[in-house]
T-cell receptor
Framework: DGGITQSPKYLFRKEGQNVTLSCEQNLNHDAMYWYRQDPGQGLRLIYYSQIVNDFQKGDIAEGYSVSREKKESFPLTVTSAQKNPTAFYLC?????????????FGPGTRLTVL | AQSVTQLGSHVSVSEGALVLLRCNYSSSVPPYLFWYVQYPNQGLQLLLKYTSAATLVKGINGFEAEFKKSETSFHLTKPSAHMSDAAEYFCAVSGVEAELVFGQGTRLTINP
């Protein structure tokens, strides 16, 4: 089955640690996205990538980093510079031009800072 | 800049009653609009999308939405609510740089 996988489902981090969230898709989509979801705030865009080896900052990129070395993979690193990282993180992908193509979402990773 | 406002963070209806979830958008270009549904601790699933074809869009699970340019609205409706419709619903508009801009979400509760 084609789809998007995210791992781990739950992640616990100590303050000051960097952690990496995995996102893999086998839909052959060009574009991939990372969102952060907090209660009552909807989804906010962290980073997106429309092609391999290229990515752009979203609305809340500070304290996060990404890479796009392969078309199917778009890992997100939450660095120690992110002051309030506890949230639900969602990865998505689309064919490329989302002006009319929907985004497909993974099941999410819930990150908790201890 | 594109933006979306969902009126009502929580909506509660009785089983069998009409469901109406409100969405208003702001867009500097002809918009492409989406409704997604999210069940607890899961990702988002597309319900329906408007891409400038028919103004009345039918989606999955009996939901539909009507694009009204004069009102800058894209409200989501379902004639008869089912217990399985309980979830959070998000309206989104396409951005100018190939991103999606989401509303804050509306949590739908169905009363038996």
């Amino acid at each position: 089955d084609g789809g998007i996988t995210q791992s781990p489902k739950y992640l616990f981090r100590k303050e000051g640690q960097n952690v990496t969230l995995s996102c893999e898709q086998n839909l052959n989509h060009d574009a991939m996205y990372w969102y952060r979801q907090d209660p009552g705030q909807g989804l906010r865009l962290i980073y997106y990538s429309q092609i391999v080896n290229d990515f752009q900052k979203g609305d809340i990129a500070e304290g996060y980093s990404v890479s796009r070395e392969k078309k199917e993979s778009f890992p997100l690193t939450v660095t120690s510079a992110q002051k309030n990282p506890t949230a639900f993180y969602l990865c998505a992908s689309s064919i490329g031009d989302i002006t009319y193509n929907e985004q497909f979402f993974g099941p999410g990773t819930r990150l908790t800072v201890l | 800049a594109q933006s979306v406002t969902q009126l009502g963070s929580h909506v509660s209806v009785s089983e069998g009653a009409l469901v109406l979830l409100r969405c208003n958008y702001s867009s500097s270009v002809p918009p492409y609009l989406f409704w997604y549904v999210q069940y607890p601790n899961q990702g988002l699933q597309l319900l329906l999308k408007y891409t400038s074809a028919a103004t009345l869009v039918k989606g999955i699970n009996g939901f539909e939405a009507e694009f009204k340019k004069s009102e800058t609205s894209f409200h989501l409706t379902k004639p008869s609510a089912h217990m399985s419709d309980a979830a959070e619903y998000f309206c989104a508009v396409s951005g100018v740089e190939a991103e999606l801009v989401f509303g804050q979400g509306t949590r739908l509760t169905i009363n038996p």
